[in-house]
């Protein structure tokens, strides 16, 4: 396209984010009324981009999480993926579309083998290889694990990092963590940090994690806080951990944990 001095005109694509908010709200019922847990709440996640939400308790981080999967509906405003608007569209299809969700407590399948479940988060069966390096990459003797149940004899550690074990086979365009240091030991928990360094050298996908560890907040390319439903700031790591950090320490006069 040329203007009337015949030069090329630049015409400048807005880019598409992988994930957007635009002004989500989401209410629960309380006594007659309605409790807002999300306040027309704004964001994006971009392409290859690693995010935490951090922010005290009860202040809607997990929500956020559950509205991008579709585990909850918002009350009001839009989610976009891709461009694409799925506020409506259910679980299974967000799956499809390439969003994976890891729970605070990751679900127990009894019968259900590790190699078993790679292979179904892979969506065709892998050979033992290859099931061998993804549970490698969290930190797993494959040969000890790959053909034990997904039961109650793996601990909480266990399960957590086999279940980022089944992310990573399912080669996610978005995956969201909801508190993967919850309920687990010291040395599961750094080798949940290593497995999530993995993740930022790969740049496969886009991440998202709800934490308040200090630890994974030092691989995060972007943060925000929440607190009563509301984004209270927003930054790039070096920007804001410091200050974050810095913030913490005066309230309680104490370093945040660094496990």
């Not at 090329?8 to 709200?25: D, G, H, P, T």
């Not at 930190?139 to 039961?151: K, N, V």
Request: aromatic share 6%; charged share 25%; hydrophobic share 40%.
């Amino acid at each position: 396209m040329h203007n009337l001095f015949g030069a090329k005109s630049a015409v400048r694509k807005r880019s598409i984010s992988m994930l957007e908010f635009q002004n989500v709200s989401f209410q629960v019922p309380a006594g007659p009324g309605q409790l807002e847990i999300i306040d027309e709440l704004s964001f994006s996640v971009e392409r290859g981009e690693f995010v935490v939400i951090t922010g005290p308790n009860g202040g809607g981080k997990s929500t956020i999480a559950r509205l991008a999967m579709g585990i909850s509906q918002p009350t009001q405003g839009r989610i976009l993926f891709e461009g694409a608007d799925i506020t409506e569209t259910p679980i299974v299809e967000r799956a499809k579309l390439g969003i994976g969700y890891a729970f605070q407590q990751p679900p127990r399948f009894k019968g259900l083998t590790i190699k078993t479940l790679l292979d179904l988060a892979h969506g065709s069966k892998l050979d033992e290889a290859a099931c061998c390096q993804y549970l490698s990459d969290v930190g797993l003797c494959a040969r000890d694990y790959i053909h034990r149940e997904c039961d109650a004899s793996l601990s909480g550690g266990e399960m957590k990092r086999v279940e980022i074990a089944t992310l990573m086979a399912r080669r996610l365009k978005l995956a969201i963590f909801d508190e993967p240091e919850a309920g687990i030991d010291l040395w599961s928990f750094s080798m949940l940090v290593e497995s999530f360094k993995k993740i930022c050298k790969g740049r496969h996908e886009s991440v998202i994690i709800i934490s308040h560890q200090e630890r994974i907040m030092q691989l995060a390319d972007r943060i925000l806080i929440v607190a009563e439903g509301k984004i209270t700031d927003e930054g790039s790591r070096d920007e804001l951990l410091p200050q974050l950090l810095r913030e913490l320490g005066e309230a309680c006069d104490c370093p945040m944990p660094k496990c």
